[in-house]
């Protein structure tokens, strides 16, 4: 064991680079508002141009996601925290408070809970992202 070469800075970072996924997610995640806006733009609490933009930053921050920019590993790791909490939080919502008359609710529950499921998967795998790059490893 003592005579096997020490990994490289870039192997180590490598090894816990989850980037690629959560890029993955992101686009999933922005196809999905993409595809169900037009349904439940009238149910969403924010204006269309702000909605716009959010699917846009998706796209824009999931490009530039890299392992060798510690910037865009910190703004990779807020957005899907801030996506988690805003999609929960409006799923609860839904659930809660839409009247069992609208007949989209259920389905705007759905689509609420899968992209929150789906932030809280990037929002994991984006933290060991950041861990690995900022934590120095033990030998």
Do not use: C
Request: avoid cysteine.
């Amino acid at each position: 064991m003592e005579n096997l070469p020490k990994a490289s800075k870039w192997q180590i970072i490598n090894r816990h680079y989850y980037g690629n996924v959560v890029r993955g997610i992101f686009v999933l995640v922005g196809l999905m508002m993409l595809a169900t806006f037009p349904f439940f733009n009238d149910l969403v609490p924010v204006p269309l141009w702000l909605s716009i933009g959010i699917i846009a930053m998706l796209a824009v921050f999931g490009g530039l996601l890299n392992p060798a920019q510690r910037w865009i590993l910190v703004v990779n790791t807020i957005l899907p925290v801030v996506g988690l909490i805003v999609f929960q939080y409006e799923a609860a919502y839904a659930y809660a408070h839409i009247p069992v008359t609208e007949t989209r609710r259920v389905a705007f529950f759905w689509a609420n809970e899968i992209v929150s499921l789906l932030f809280f998967i990037a929002t994991y795998l984006a933290v060991k992202t950041a861990r690995g790059r900022f934590v120095e490893e033990v030998e």
